[in-house]
C-alpha cells in the first residue's frame, strides 16, 4: 500500500510563490521518477515538469524557468517550487510517482490533486 500526499496549494497573487509537496509513504524502496502534472476543467492533463532519479528534469514550455522540480529521497518527497506565477497557471496540480516497492516491481501512483489559483 502506497499513499501520496499533496500539500502547499492555495490562493496566491499573480507574480507570488508557491510551493507544492508530494510525500509518498508506506511500502517504499526507492522513488524512480516523478512528474507533476496540471488539469483545468474541460482540458487534458498536462505536464509541466519531471524528474528521474538519474536524469535531469524537464519543463513544458510554459513553465521552464518558472518551476522547478525537485525531490528528497530520503524523505520520498518530490516538490515543485513555482515562482513568477500567471493566471493561467490555475489549475489542480497532480504529482505523479513511478517508484519500486519491497517486491522489487515498479508502481505508478497519482495524487489527489490540490488546487492552486493565481488571482489579483
Known amino acids: 500500500q502506497v499513499h501520496l500526499a499533496e500539500s502547499g496549494g492555495g490562493l496566491v497573487q499573480p507574480g507570488g510563490s508557491l510551493r507544492l509537496s508530494c510525500a509518498a509513504s508506506g511500502d517504499i524502496s526507492s522513488l524512480y521518477a516523478m512528474a507533476w502534472y496540471r488539469q483545468t476543467p474541460g482540458q487534458q492533463r498536462e505536464m509541466v515538469a519531471a524528474l528521474t532519479t538519474h536524469g535531469s528534469p524537464t519543463y513544458s514550455d510554459s513553465v521552464k524557468g518558472r518551476f522547478t522540480i525537485s525531490s528528497d529521497g530520503a524523505e520520498n518527497t518530490v516538490y515543485l517550487q513555482m515562482n513568477a506565477l500567471k493566471p493561467e497557471d490555475t489549475a489542480v496540480y497532480y504529482c505523479?510517482?513511478?517508484?519500486?516497492?519491497?517486491?522489487?516491481?515498479?508502481?505508478?501512483?497519482w495524487g489527489q490533486g490540490i488546487q492552486v489559483t493565481v488571482s489579483s
Open positions: 505523479n510517482v513511478d517508484l519500486i516497492r519491497s517486491d522489487s516491481n515498479m508502481y505508478e501512483y
